[in-house]
């Protein structure tokens, strides 16, 4: 009989999920104590929030040695999440000028932050393309970002690092899902 809290087959994705399960969990909170989907405008903040973070993260992206490592990711990857399904109200006039940790250094701690990227990425599409969410006017496209996540999960678990590697790897993706609580949590404050 298999016990689902240790598969037959264990996977680094798999492990650095139950690593990270409570600063997910802490993401998912945050964002659904603002209700981002219940208003456009709250729905902007949310996503300027977003890019606000992307913007942060882009050296990760940009990372040469990560792109040889992830290939078949980056080979797949869009940076393009989202697109207003028709013109943008007047957004509202956010101050995100949060003074967090910046990125860290070295190939581990990055993927760590690039996994959590891909997750709140993989969350968001999901969050705006459920039924609640019906009424906003953005697009995403929740298949590509859906494949996104299943090919980076992949390339993960194909990697081979050493225990204290995998350590840094879950600390540095739960910094980055701080990081990124943080920023969403700034651009609620009025």
């Known amino acids: 009989m298999q ?4 598969p037959d087959t264990w996977s680094l994705s798999r492990w ?15 964002i659904e104590s603002h209700q981002p989907v219940i208003s456009d405008i709250n729905c902007q903040r949310l996503l300027l929030a977003h ?19 992830l290939f078949p990711f980056f080979d797949i990857h869009q940076p393009q999440l989202l697109e207003p399904k028709v013109p943008k109200q ?9 003074q967090g940790r910046g990125l860290p250094l070295g190939l581990v701690p990055r993927i760590g932050w690039l996994y959590a990227t891909q997750f709140v990425d993989f969350g968001l599409s999901q969050l705006l393309t459920g039924p609640k969410a019906n009424h906003l006017s953005f697009w ?18 194909v990697l081979y690092l050493s225990e204290s590697q995998e350590e840094a790897l879950a600390k540095a993706a739960c910094s980055a899902l701080s990081t990124y609580s943080n920023i969403f949590n700034s651009a609620y404050q009025r």
């Open 140 to 157: 995403v496209d929740a298949e590509k970002r859906k494949d996104e996540w299943q090919v980076f999960r992949r390339d993960l678990d």
């Open 16 to 30: 650095l999920a139950i690593k990270t399960s409570h600063a997910r969990d802490l993401v998912i909170d945050c």
């Open 51 to 69: 890019v606000y973070y992307h913007q942060l993260v882009r050296p990760v992206y940009d990372d040469p040695n990560l792109k040889r490592l």
């Open 90 to 98: 007047s957004a509202p006039n956010l101050n995100l000028s949060f």
């Open 3 to 6: 016990n689902d809290f240790f």
